[in-house]
Nanobody, 115 residues
């Protein structure tokens, strides 16, 4: 059983910032593509950002320029820095680790953007 441990969610006002973190086992982190997905109430889960083991990144259009995904290799941790948050960013954010054979999910951390 692979555990992805997320942290950093919470309540923030519009325009504010949050940083999400996801710790993974080292044997997973070093070779898998890591990513963040989100699911708002009544909505499908959607991709937010991914980062490959080589550092290549991909973002959904609505977060480009506001969110940054990064890898901290020494701690086997992936971060999602979220700036200029909007109410429509409200969702449960899930960490993901995948390769050609396997696909693992974290439990999720809630993010609420509201005044």
């Amino acid at each position: 059983q692979v555990q992805l441990v997320e942290s950093g969610g919470g309540l923030v006002q519009p325009g504010g910032s949050l940083r999400l973190s996801c710790a993974a086992p080292g044997r997973i982190f070093s070779t898998y593509t890591m990513g963040w997905y989100r699911q708002a109430p009544g909505q499908q889960r959607e991709l937010v950002a991914t980062i490959t083991s080589g550092g290549g990144t991909n973002y959904r259009a609505s977060v480009k320029g506001r969110f940054t995904i990064s890898r901290e290799n020494a701690k086997s941790t992936v971060h999602l820095q979220m700036n200029s948050l909007k109410p429509e960013d409200t969702a449960v954010y899930h960490c993901n680790a995948r390769n050609i054979e396997y696909n693992y999910w974290g439990q999720g951390t809630p993010v609420t953007v509201s005044s």
